[in-house]
T-cell receptor
Framework: DAGITQSPRHKVTETGTPVTLRCHQTENHRYMYWYRQDPGHGLRLIHYSYGVKDTDKGEVSDGYSVSRSKTEDFLLTLESATSSQTSVYFC??????????????????FGSGTRLTVV | AQTVTQSQPEMSVQEAETVTLSCTYDTSESDYYLFWYKQPPSRQMILVIRQEAYKQQNATENRFSVNFQKAAKSFSLKISDSQLGDAAMYFCAYRTTNDMRFGAGTRLTVKP
């Protein structure tokens, strides 16, 4: 989907190095999310944002931090990468959330994912 | 915490036949939404179908339909007239206020 892009698409990094993944959207959606996908676990939420500089932790937030200085960009940082963080990372956006009464299907639009390998 | 369970890690179907993928979820909320996403080898997550919990009528999208049983907390996906392009991972998902929870996925193989 052209409205959301992730970079890089692939990355190999060494244990202990910092890594930043970028999510960029052109839809002006308020909500942005970072998930990781691992076999047998589906997608699990790392962090999410409900506005500029407004972020919160998800289910698997340890070892990750995020920042959102502009509506269109949501960055995920691994301060010191570990082998357990080898995964596929997805960014997602949503126009609204349940309870806001917005006329929206509440579904997410996903980026194409980043495959991160920590060696 | 809400959980989503897909009990079938793998399924296969003959081309042109019908297959049903199972999903159950656990929640205490009354207002929520359910989704099925498809992930082909390209890795892209594609929305297949969605269901509002307050609607009793089952959602349909062309060859895709759901069987939503709210009391049983069950949300299965039926694919009719299966096509080779339907081969993919399928994820069931439950939308909460701040999050969307996913099942572990079912890998669907379509045999020609």
């Amino acid at each position: 989907d052209a409205g959301i892009t992730q970079s890089p698409r692939h990355k190999v990094t060494e244990t202990g190095t910092p890594v930043t993944l970028r999510c960029h959207q052109t839809e002006n959606h308020r909500y942005m999310y970072w998930y990781r996908q691992d076999p047998g676990h589906g997608l699990r939420l790392i962090h999410y944002s409900y506005g500029v500089k407004d972020t919160d932790k998800g289910e698997v937030s340890d070892g990750y931090s995020v920042s959102r200085s502009k509506t269109e960009d949501f960055l995920l940082t691994l301060e010191s990468a570990t082998s357990s963080q080898t995964s596929v990372y997805f960014c997602a956006i949503s126009e609204s959330t349940i309870g806001t009464r917005a006329r929206n299907n509440y579904g997410y639009t996903f980026g194409s994912g980043t495959r991160l390998t920590v060696v | 915490a809400q959980t989503v369970t897909q009990s079938q890690p793998e399924m296969s179907v003959q081309e042109a036949e019908t297959v049903t993928l199972s999903c159950t979820y656990d929640t205490s909320e009354s207002d929520y939404y359910l989704f099925w996403y498809k992930q082909p080898p390209s890795r892209q997550m594609i929305l297949v179908i969605r269901q509002e919990a307050y609607k009793q009528q089952n959602a349909t999208e062309n060859r895709f339909s759901v069987n939503f049983q709210k009391a049983a907390k069950s949300f299965s996906l039926k694919i009719s007239d299966s096509q080779l392009g339907d081969a993919a991972m399928y994820f069931c998902a439950y939308r909460t206020t701040n999050d969307m929870r996913f099942g572990a996925g079912t890998r669907l193989t379509v045999k020609p």
